[in-house]
């Protein structure tokens, strides 16, 4: 399901490409995007999911099924009463936040003003996502992971309905993709309330911040708002400082990062929704053992899946964001410089994918205190790469810092769960990462061979580029997974079926 919605992702992409290409107003929407999209992933995705489903873990594993309803109906409503005022003060403030989170459009007063009008749309959709993703944080605990994977596709859709069809009847048609955003904020709401009333959990608000429960999960979320959500608090300094490059970078950078979101959400963030409950379940039960052999599951197939993506995208970027974008008002210029960014960012895939994987491991354990500290470090190595980097590499040093950073971030989280003894590995490593490690360079040999140079596929039609993009994804893929076969990988090595040899 995770996986239609990012078909569907890059869909959505390729049509505000092709409709409005890399300029002011497309700068200007996807800063408007970026704020309420930044606080959803800190409040609701982020550091509310964190710390919710370990407590409401907790209390179904420990109690009855009305203590699980009187959790939820308090914290609903204390949580929606939150949401409702910060989205007030959103939408008065939205020139303050424009100002604050892209300074350099201040001096660019058309920019800058279809900034704040766009964002006083969108910022409404904080309210209905975050409530969204306390729906499906419900229905992930009791393991019904397929209805809150396949919502964030009411976006996609909305926002290529309003695109294609709102965008020509406005004025400004680049406000359109705001009211795409605020009606797929309340369309993913909804979606999710009838299978909330199936399990008989529909929520009955109840705003009762003093309640047992309720001071625990704001007590371990607080923390969290910084720790878990430090990736995206460096994509908001790349877009900080892209502000004052030349106008496309913000465009540039985004159109490079959800690319990278691709197989981050596919994989790495599926993967980490399915093992907190998990976790969280044999943390309640004490179960310290299969705690540890989860993690190390989970942590083989990172190494597995994410290796060649992350090489697949840096060899194949030239050609996936001609594929896929340069059509209309994207122009080759623009894929020339996306791809700068998108080979960089490429290179910090898998440790944004451990992040999200070595994360669950605290707060399974309501440990939100070393996210936190472990957080700060990476956020000002970030800030110091950026500041660094942005001089000799324009916006592909932002995207190179957040890559760099992310490394540190998953490096010191595993040498903290390791610390700690929570986790420990099982046999089978290094020949895992041998086998991996072979199977990648026949992988990139193969690619670097055969995809050709970008002038090439600039002088394709769509359906050549189609073709031959599909065609060297299925090659690199077959490649790949014959070369693990060939180096000894077994599928039961992976299934946890026998001991990892």
């Not at 001096?107 to 959709?125: E, H, N, W």
């Not at 419900?138 to 309003?162: D, H, M, R």
Request: glycine share 8%; with cysteine.
């Amino acid at each position: 399901m995770t996986l239609i919605s990012r078909v569907l992702g890059l869909l959505r992409d390729m049509v505000i490409a092709q409709l409005f290409g890399a300029t002011a107003g497309s700068d200007a929407f996807f800063v408007a995007f970026k704020i309420p999209n930044f606080l959803r992933r800190l409040f609701a995705e982020g550091a509310f999911s964190q710390a919710f489903v370990p407590v409401v873990t907790e209390y179904k594993t420990k109690r009855v099924h009305e203590d699980v309803c009187g959790l939820i109906d308090r914290v609903s409503g204390t949580l929606g009463a939150v949401l409702v005022g910060v989205t007030v003060l959103g939408i008065v403030a939205a020139p303050l936040l424009i100002a604050l989170f892209a300074p350099g459009f201040i001096g660019q007063v058309d920019k800058y003003d279809l900034s704040v009008a766009m964002l006083r749309i969108t910022f409404p959709y904080l309210l209905f996502i975050s409530l969204a993703a306390f729906a499906g944080a419900i229905l992930n605990t009791y393991k019904q992971f397929g209805i809150p994977a396949f919502t964030p596709t009411l976006l996609n859709v909305s926002l290529i309905l309003c695109a294609v069809f709102l965008a020509p009847k406005l004025e400004n048609p680049i406000t359109a993709l705001a009211w795409g955003v605020f009606i797929g904020g309340v369309a993913q709401l909804l979606f999710q309330l009838p299978f909330l009333l199936r399990l008989r959990l529909m929520p009955r608000p109840k705003f009762e911040p003093d309640d047992a429960g309720v001071r625990k999960i704001l007590r371990l979320m607080l923390p969290a708002l910084f720790g878990v959500s430090v990736s995206q608090i460096n994509l908001m300094v790349d877009t900080l400082i892209a502000s004052f490059l030349v106008t496309g970078s913000v465009t540039w950078l985004y159109y490079s990062d959800r690319l990278v979101e691709f197989p981050l959400g596919a994989f790495g963030i599926a993967l980490a929704t399915v093992i907190l409950p998990s976790l969280s379940e044999k943390h309640a039960q004490g179960s310290t053992e299969t705690f540890s052999q989860t993690l190390d599951w989970a942590l083989r197939w990172v190494i597995v899946i994410g290796a060649p993506a992350s090489l697949g995208l840096m060899l194949l970027a030239g050609p996936m964001l001609t594929t896929l974008f340069q059509y209309r008002e994207f122009s080759a210029y623009d894929v020339t410089m996306a791809s700068r960014s998108l080979m960089a960012f490429s290179l910090g895939l898998l440790g944004f994918i451990f992040i999200k994987v070595l994360a669950p491991g605290f707060f399974a354990r309501q440990d939100t205190r070393t996210p936190v500290r472990i957080g700060v470090i990476a956020m000002v190595a970030n800030i110091v790469l950026s500041l660094l980097l942005v001089i000799p590499l324009a916006h592909a040093g932002l995207a190179l810092s957040t890559s760099l950073s992310a490394f540190l971030n998953a490096g010191l989280l595993y040498r903290a769960l390791r610390a700690q003894g929570a986790y420990r590995p099982m046999p089978g490593w290094t020949p895992l990462l041998l086998r991996v490690a072979i199977a990648s360079g026949v992988l990139g040999a193969v690619l670097t061979a055969g995809v050709g140079e970008i002038t090439t596929w600039l002088s394709w039609g769509v359906s050549a580029r189609a073709l031959h993009l599909a065609l060297w994804i299925a090659v690199g893929a077959a490649t790949y997974l014959i070369s693990l076969w060939l180096a000894g990988l077994r599928w039961r090595d992976m299934t946890g079926q026998a001991p990892p040899v």
